[in-house]
């Protein structure tokens, strides 16, 4: 089928109960890996590409991957620009295809993430396409993007005037997550979570999900969560797989080979997440 829109799946997510996995795809067997598990699950799913993955090859090299992947599919596809960090990237990606946008205002003050953000919610929403945006700062790294230490979690209160003055159709909320490899368990404030989706009707995505125990992204679920984003376990997963096949072949030369290698344990590790997420047969 054709590529679809984040906007009924986490609607029908959130009616659900349930919670759409996200995953940043870096390269081709990466896509093929995504697919395949949801298409074994029948599961709906959502790729996602960061600032600096398409810095490397730019948003039409992997729109087309994920674009092709999708038409071939029997399940639900969504092509995501993850963490847009300006309205001239949300609009290079809006323009190649994407199927739903993120635009990240969250490291500039509130007024300005209002504003940025409306500017990208008005463009996007003229062709149907739903805009996500981030309140409170997810912190840690991942690529280019420094969240730093001691950010500040989601305010509920902030949380209603932004999405009221915004339109947007999903919001990233900070409850102790963050990006790139956890030095230890993350604490959650699911009890902020709760309060949040108290006040605030649309959609609300967990960022920096990779090392999170199961049991406390459940929690979140339970608590409102539609959308999981994984990024840094994938590439974890994929570089085990070729690392493993090199080292048991250590002549080796054919990329297809390795790279075949890193896509099963890409394609384990997604599964093992839409489970988490509850989107079993939800297709």
Known sequence: MSLVTTKELLLKAQEGHYAVGAFNVENMEMVQAVVAAAEELNAPVIMQTTPSTVKYADVDYFFANVATAAKKAKVPVVMHLDHGNSFDLSMKAYRAGYTSIMIDGSHESFEDNIKVTK???DACHSAGVP???ELGKVGGKEDDLEGGDGNPYTVPSE??????ATGVDSLAVAIGTAHGVYKGIPKLDVDRLSEIREVVSIPLVLHGTSGVPDDAVKECISRGICKVNYATDLRIAFTKGVRKYLMENP?????KKYNASGREEVKQYVMSKIKVCGSVDKA
Do not use: T
């Not at 949380?159 to 009221?164: C, D, I, K, P, T």
């Not at 002549?251 to 990329?255: L, M, Q, R, Y």
């Open 119 to 121: 500017s990208v919610v």
């Open 131 to 133: 805009v996500e945006a």
């Open 159 to 164: 949380a209603v005037e932004f999405v009221n």
């Open 251 to 255: 002549d080796a030369i054919d990329p």
